[in-house]
Nanobody, 127 residues
Framework: QVQLVESGGGLVQPGGSLRLSCAASGFTLDHHAVGWFRQAPGKEREGVGCLSNTFDGTHYADSVKGRFTISRDSAENTAYLQMNTLKPEDTANYFC????????????????????WGQGTQVTVSS
């Protein structure tokens, strides 16, 4: 079954860190660009960052640049979003998604460029 499953969300205090995972099954994640998105209540889905299929080429939203890092583990067929120095405004439901085969990370990070989505994992930053 072709799917993406996110995990790792939770409640964290401001200034804390979380690492989200995006486990792929039914296909090889390395062949696709991976995007991370988030959506807060009442807001549009926002592109947080992406990583090209060739392991190079990343882009990040200005709001997370320097704090968030996307990576992937080929052996685990999993992508990660490392989030440091979290702020209350980072609170949202976070989604991973993949683009077409051999796709690259392109800025701006638009949902329309990604065709397979996970179910999301909630991140809440609060004291």
């Amino acid at each position: 079954q072709v799917q993406l499953v996110e995990s790792g969300g939770g409640l964290v205090q401001p200034g804390g860190s979380l690492r989200l995972s995006c486990a792929a099954s039914g296909f090889t994640l390395d062949h696709h660009a991976v995007g991370w998105f988030r959506q807060a209540p009442g807001k549009e889905r926002e592109g947080v960052g992406c990583l090209s299929n060739t392991f190079d080429g990343t882009h990040y939203a200005d709001s997370v640049k320097g704090r968030f890092t996307i990576s992937r583990d080929s052996a685990e067929n999993t992508a990660y979003l490392q989030m440091n120095t979290l702020k209350p405004e980072d609170t949202a439901n976070y989604f991973c998604a993949v683009g077409p085969i051999y796709s690259r990370c392109v800025f701006p990070i638009l949902p329309v460029r990604y065709h397979l989505w996970g179910q999301g994992t909630q991140v809440t930053v609060s004291s």
